[in-house]
């Protein structure tokens, strides 16, 4: 064999093994939830340096780029961009786990509804803010497990805005300017939801407006994690309440970020994720990775 030939040779192992450890480094990220950091780490098929890697590697790579884009843009609660990166098609020969990751026809289905515009209806307009209260919820509780309090306080907050809402549309009354504005309303009607939603436990979401990135000087942090698991555990009441037996189904099928993580097996000793070279794959520059879930 002549030196060009195992020059070439060199180089197509030394981008399988490359690309191997990626997908290995791919597991931790997936599993510890942070979907759109795994999506940037692998090569792209479309991209001009693609022909650097196996192909048949290359084929796997994009097909769990296409699951984590998907993931990634529902937990960022951007509905269009995860609508758009439903359809997976058949996986690739070797895809082995990965292939259980591919979300559920529901799933699938509910992410769709969400970037469905809500249209003029009002019975249309109500199932679809109920739907939006059960996804802020959920991404709420992920919030609150990945430590990002402040998030999982304007989530929560969100949500209680949303029930308000949809309340007030139940009894024909106009939409209120805030919270409070809307409870006082529904008080007045005699709503039966205005009192739990007025429950001390629920008071560590009234931040939301008092946080150093909102209008006030507030933080919320490790010490309130205790107060904000008991708020979303009240709050997890009052999204049943509102809509009855069909947000059992609904939740569940808007937990599925939470289940899917463990679908991967155990992270393997031999994958380490410290800093991903994008300049190899994406031409930018290298990029710090925050993993999250523990």
Request: charged share 25%; net charge positive; hydrophobic share 40%.
């Amino acid at each position: 064999m002549d030196a060009p030939c195992r020059s070439n040779l060199a180089s197509l192992v030394a981008a399988e093994v490359y690309l191997d450890q990626l997908m290995d480094e791919g597991r931790i990220l997936f599993r510890r939830g942070c979907f759109g950091e795994l999506a940037a780490s692998l090569p792209d098929p479309d991209h001009f340096s693609a022909p650097l890697f196996p192909p048949h590697g290359l084929s796997i790579a994009g097909y769990i780029r296409r699951i984590a884009t998907f993931y990634g843009a529902w937990d960022q609660l951007d509905y269009p961009c995860a609508a758009r990166h439903a359809d997976f098609g058949p996986a690739p020969p070797g895809a082995g786990h990965w292939q259980r990751l591919v979300p559920a026809p529901e799933v699938a289905d509910w992410v769709r509804r969400l970037a469905a515009e809500d249209g003029g209806d009002p019975e249309r307009w109500i199932q679809y803010m109920r739907d939006l209260t059960v996804d802020l919820f959920a991404c709420g509780e992920r919030r609150l497990a990945q430590g990002r309090f402040p998030e999982a306080v304007q989530n929560g907050y969100a949500v209680m805005e949303k029930i308000a809402h949809v309340r007030l549309r139940l009894h024909g009354a106009e939409k209120s300017k805030g919270l409070q504005d809307g409870l006082g309303t529904l008080a007045g009607l005699r709503d039966p939801l205005v009192r739990p939603l007025r429950d001390l436990r629920l008071r560590i979401f009234g931040r939301r407006n008092q946080l150093v990135r909102n209008h006030g000087t507030k933080t919320v942090g490790s010490e309130d994690k205790e107060a904000l698991a008991e708020g979303y555990r009240l709050l997890e009441q009052l999204v049943l309440a509102d809509r009855g037996e069909a947000a059992q189904r609904s939740l569940w099928v808007a937990r599925a970020p939470q289940r899917v993580v463990a679908q991967l097996p155990a992270d393997q000793g031999r994958a380490k994720v410290t800093v991903v070279d994008r300049t190899s794959c994406h031409g930018a520059t290298p990029w710090p990775i925050t993993c999250f879930l523990n």
